[in-house]
């Protein structure tokens, strides 16, 4: 239970803060039927987040200026979506912000694509990664948040006024594009910051699942306010849950956890609003049964054991690979005859073939496959070394510590070198502290940097005054006494019960000036 807080209590917190203002902003978006204005400009952040990146600027070590780009990109969709709302309409305002969103989306997948890691930033930007998400983020995010909610409660009869009656407002001489305008600027900064947190799509879930499930069972702003929170609140609980023990990707768990609720809203209201309730259960419950037998007649498609696997494997087109590695998975038979043709595709396969073989290596846990996995770790793919990483610490084979060693001596990526370091640690190893150390005194990524010092802390008690911000010479005197105190305890530290590396004759590593 202490390791699921630890993981998992600044993600809640990240999700609680999500939906403090997203509930409220959701309310508007649902009333200016623009539901999918928040995705939209979602986007466009991502896409300034990108433009920033491909003129040089780092988002781990140069973050304000890449959310400056971002910031920047939003406002001029914001000015956009105020300019084109018309009273009178011949193409819907909707249309014209789902033609935003794909043009985003393009621009950034194309941008990207001269990225080193394009493929993976446009998964974060996608995706997010609330669950590296850090305290002093969380407290910025909640101070911006704030900010925009004073803003909003000081002018909130023009904001609803416009939101709920647009042809009132103008009637009464407020000026509709202007405090469109405002909304929208407002509206920006709320996603700019949120999707530097949990990416697009969670976003976009945050804004419109609470506002649309309240508003199916509720009336007035308050209690509809009451409901959005309690339901962002649950599911984001639920979610980060389920991602902590099944072991899955925080944001797109969240994000079906948030579908299944609204499903689940949905069918209650039905229910609950039918004048014959019996009958609407018994629909309701026939709609499952057929659902079900749908989905388990569709099992009955699956291609028979008489194909050769073996065949699809060494000869077959990666989609074939992919859909014979489906079958493996199922059968342990079908995987014993596959494991020598899976071992050959580790080394030569194409990726996305390499990578579910890894996932198979993990669910399955098989060691017998760990020495094919262990040369994976310098493979020239970022996405292969870190998915075998991910493999080996799943497995936790102690015989996995020297090929993981010896790897994060020779890896350039700093923070995959990071992660292996802690992989080590975990599987018992103090040597990781050496490939940390080396990332805090000779990294050039600060968050890198940063990563490596908090997965430090977390597996030892160090009293030393590091800061990630600072510059390498400004950190020497530190980075000295973390070497110092490495050299002393490198063979007297063993990891306790709770993850932490303890030497009971030795102190904790201190101040190199002596203070505590």
Not at 138 to 158: D, P, S
Not at 263 to 289: E, I
Request: glycine letters at 8%.
């Amino acid at each position: 239970m202490g390791s699921f807080l630890q993981s998992m209590a600044l993600p809640f917190l990240g999700c609680l803060v999500l939906t403090g203002i997203h509930v409220y902003l959701g309310i508007h978006v649902l009333s200016r039927k623009v539901i999918f204005v928040d995705l939209a400009l979602a986007q466009v952040a991502a896409l300034g987040s990108v433009w920033g990146m491909l003129l040089g600027w780092d988002r781990a070590s140069d973050p304000w200026i890449v959310k400056g780009f971002s910031l920047s990109f939003t406002f001029i969709g914001a000015a956009v979506f105020s300019m084109t709302r018309m009273r009178h309409e011949r193409v819907p305002h909707e249309a014209l912000i789902g033609i935003t969103y794909a043009v985003a989306l393009a621009a950034t997948i194309l941008f990207s694509s001269h990225l080193a890691h394009g493929a993976e930033e446009v998964s974060d930007l996608l995706a997010g990664n609330i669950l590296w998400v850090r305290a002093d983020l969380i407290v910025f995010t909640t101070v911006l948040y704030a900010a925009v909610g004073t803003v909003h409660w000081l002018f909130r009869r023009q904001f609803f006024l416009i939101s709920l009656h647009p042809e009132q407002a103008e009637a009464q001489g407020i000026s509709v594009r202007f405090w469109d305008f405002l909304f929208y600027v407002t509206f920006g900064f709320v996603v700019t910051s949120s999707v530097s947190i949990a990416g697009v799509l969670l976003v976009f879930s945050f804004l419109v699942i609470p506002a649309v499930i309240a508003i199916l069972f509720v009336d007035g702003l308050r209690p509809r306010l009451v409901v959005g929170w309690a339901v962002g609140t649950a599911v984001s609980a639920i979610g980060c849950s389920l991602s902590y023990f099944r072991d899955l990707p925080s944001g797109p768990t969240i994000v079906v956890t948030f579908g299944l609720s609204l499903l689940l809203a949905g069918l209650v209201r039905y229910v609950a609003q039918s004048p014959a309730r019996a009958v609407a259960l018994a629909r309701v419950a026939g709609g499952g049964v057929v659902f079900a037998l749908v989905l388990g007649g569709s099992l009955l498609l699956r291609k028979g054991e008489h194909r050769d696997i073996v065949r699809l494997l060494d000869s077959g087109s990666p989609a074939e690979r992919m859909m014979a590695l489906a079958e493996a998975e199922s059968d342990a038979a079908v995987w014993g005859r596959a494991r020598p043709a899976a071992a050959r595709l580790l080394r030569t396969g194409e990726t996305e073939v390499r990578v579910r073989i890894l996932d198979l290596v993990e669910r399955l846990r098989d060691r017998s496959m760990l020495p094919e996995v262990h040369p994976l770790l310098s493979d020239a793919s970022d996405t292969i070394r870190e998915r075998a990483l991910r493999c080996l610490r799943s497995v936790g084979a102690v015989e996995s510590r020297d090929p993981i060693l010896a790897a994060a001596e020779k890896e350039d990526d700093e923070y995959i070198k990071v992660e292996m370091a802690e992989a080590l640690l975990e599987l018992g190893d103090p040597r990781g502290f050496e490939p940390m150390i080396a990332v805090m005194a000779e990294g050039e990524v600060g968050q890198a940097r940063r990563d490596a010092w908090e997965h430090l802390k977390a597996h030892a008690h160090v009293e030393i005054p590091y800061r990630a911000d600072l510059t390498l010479a400004d950190n020497a005197s530190a980075i000295a006494g973390l070497r110092r105190w490495w050299k002393e305890n490198e063979k007297k530290l063993s990891m306790d019960a709770s993850g932490v590396y303890r030497d009971p004759t030795s102190t904790s590593p201190r101040d190199p000036s002596g203070s505590r």
